[in-house]
Structure formats: structure tokens, C-alpha cells
């Protein structure tokens, strides 16, 4: 099912924040924690404005850097969330400090 959901992101003509999002939150809710990283990499880089992640998108992935113990990409996550102010939302600081302790990186 997610590997149509993700056919249907790269066929459509445009993709949009909520796309994304969507896709991203069904890997990583189903425990498809690389894919649901590759393709916040992959939305990142592909054409989107920064100001199109925004903190559902941080939110989506972030389960999926600290079941992978991917810290990597959860402090990019982290910096970004700083970077535009995204770290004052509770929910959000709540899931990176879910992501450091899953990582154990103090």
C-alpha cells in the first residue's frame, strides 16, 4: 500500500506540502522508518522552499529518525525546527526529545 502511495507522489504533477506529509507519516507510521527518511531528503531537495516543511513534516519524521536511531537527520530536524521557530511548539520539542533519548545522544 505505501509503496503505491509513494508511486502516486512521484507521478503526480505537482507535489505539495500536504502530499508529502501524507506519504511521509503513513512510512513512518508503518514502521518504514528509511523510507519515510529518504523521502523528507527527497522533499527537501527536490524543488520545495524550505517554507513548505513545516511542523507536521518535522513531526512525521521524526518517529522515524529515533525508531532508526538515525540522529543524523533528527539534529538536521532539530536545527531546522530552531532555524524557523518551529522549536516553541510543545509537540515538536516533546518528539525531539523522544529522538535524542531513543538515539542516547547527550
Not at 15 to 23: A, C, E, G, K, R
Not at 27 to 56: K, P
Request: with cysteine; proline share 2%.
Amino acid at each position: 500500500m505505501i509503496s503505491d502511495a509513494v508511486l502516486v507522489l512521484d507521478r503526480m504533477p505537482r507535489q505539495d506540502t500536504i502530499s508529502w506529509n501524507s506519504v511521509i507519516s503513513g512510512c513512518s507510521s508503518n514502521g518504514l522508518n528509511s523510507e519515510a527518511i529518504e523521502l523528507f531528503i527527497r522533499m527537501w531537495t527536490q524543488g520545495q522552499e524550505l517554507d513548505s516543511v513545516d511542523s507536521v513534516t518535522l513531526l512525521s519524521v521524526l518517529p522515524a529518525c529515533a525508531q532508526s536511531r538515525y540522529w543524523f537527520a533528527g539534529r538536521v530536524v532539530h536545527g531546522y525546527s530552531v532555524k524557523t521557530g518551529l522549536i516553541g511548539e510543545t509537540s515538536l520539542a516533546n518528539s525531539l526529545l523522544d529522538m535524542y533519548s531513543n538515539c542516547s545522544d547527550w
